[in-house]
């Protein structure tokens, strides 16, 4: 290739690939908004925010991986601002993984009941 067409090639390139990450962090804050959705909900019925592992919504979303990959990234320093504080505004949210609640709490078993 010539380098013109070498540039026309990087650029197109350039903007496939930025349309990827533009498209990934679409869907990112997609899902981000249907576990906030999927906790308050959550927690609206049972008055915590410890779903048990693999515990899945109604709908299907795995809201069990979700909490446990949001309270992660906060720990290390991972989740933005704005994530953060939305969690903040869920009733009962907490940052202590599920381990360390269950512990913290007295050792009582954060049941999901029916």
Same mark, same amino acid.
């Given at each position: 290739?010539?380098?013109?067409?070498?540039?026309?090639?990087?650029?197109?390139?350039?903007?496939?690939?930025?349309?990827?990450?533009?498209?990934?962090?679409?869907?990112?804050?997609?899902?981000?908004?249907?576990?906030?959705?999927?906790?308050?909900?959550?927690?609206?019925?049972?008055?915590?925010?410890?779903?048990?592992?693999?515990?899945?919504?109604?709908?299907?979303? &795995?809201?069990?991986?979700?909490?446990?990959?949001?309270?992660?990234?906060?720990?290390?320093?991972? =989740?933005?601002?704005?994530?953060?504080?939305? =969690?903040? %505004?869920?009733? %009962?949210?907490?940052?202590? &993984?599920? &381990?360390?609640?269950?512990?913290?709490?007295?050792?009582?078993?954060?049941?999901?009941?029916?």
């Amino acid at each position: 290739m010539t380098d013109h067409a070498d540039s026309i090639h990087n650029g197109k390139l350039q903007q496939a690939v930025g349309h990827l990450s533009t498209g990934a962090a679409r869907t990112d804050a997609v899902e981000f908004e249907r576990g906030v959705t999927a906790i308050i909900a959550f927690a609206g019925r049972h008055g915590h925010t410890r779903p048990s592992d693999g515990y899945r919504d109604e709908s299907g979303f &795995p809201l069990a991986a979700w909490v446990a990959r949001q309270r992660e990234a906060y720990l290390e320093n991972r =989740l933005a601002d704005e994530r953060r504080a939305a =969690l903040d %505004c869920v009733d %009962c949210w907490d940052w202590i &993984p599920a &381990p360390a609640a269950h512990h913290h709490r007295g050792g009582e078993h954060p049941e999901e009941g029916p």
